[in-house]
Nanobody, 119 residues
Framework: VQLQASGGGLVQPGGSLRLSCIVS????????MRWFRQAPGKQRELVAF???????DYADSVEGRFTIIRDVAANTVYLQMNSLKVEDTAVYYC??????????????WGQGTLVTVSS
């Protein structure tokens, strides 16, 4: 099982980016999916969460600006980031609770994609 994150880059303050994370491999299903981020010198923090049923939750710092979306059929989760701020600069990681063919649930991480917000 692999998670492949993409979509990071350099954007000006106030701009937008859309991150993607695709889960590949032989699996039965995916439960919750999440986006985390880690800024230089700071701990990794949870940014957004989406349950298998589509319930979402966000960190206070991104509420109203970021939207987490999942495409269940495509095993993909997105993070639409609008009104970006300099303080959103970080490496963004996706994370998923993957159910194997044997019904084991394991947590997998993507490799991270760098988002830089700067003028």
């Amino acid at each position: 099982v692999q998670l492949q994150a993409s979509g990071g880059g350099l954007v000006q303050p106030g701009g937008s980016l859309r991150l993607s994370c695709i889960v590949s491999g032989t699996i039965r299903s995916i439960n919750a999916m999440r986006w985390f981020r880690q800024a230089p010198g700071k701990q990794r923090e949870l940014v957004a969460f989406i349950s298998k049923g589509g319930i979402t939750d966000y960190a206070d710092s991104v509420e109203g600006r970021f939207t987490i979306i999942r495409d269940v059929a495509a095993n993909t989760v997105y993070l639409q980031m609008n009104s970006l701020k300099v303080e959103d600069t970080a490496v963004y990681y996706c994370n998923a609770d993957v159910v194997s063919l044997r019904y084991d649930e394991l947590v997998y991480w993507g490799q991270g994609t760098l988002v830089t917000v700067s003028s």
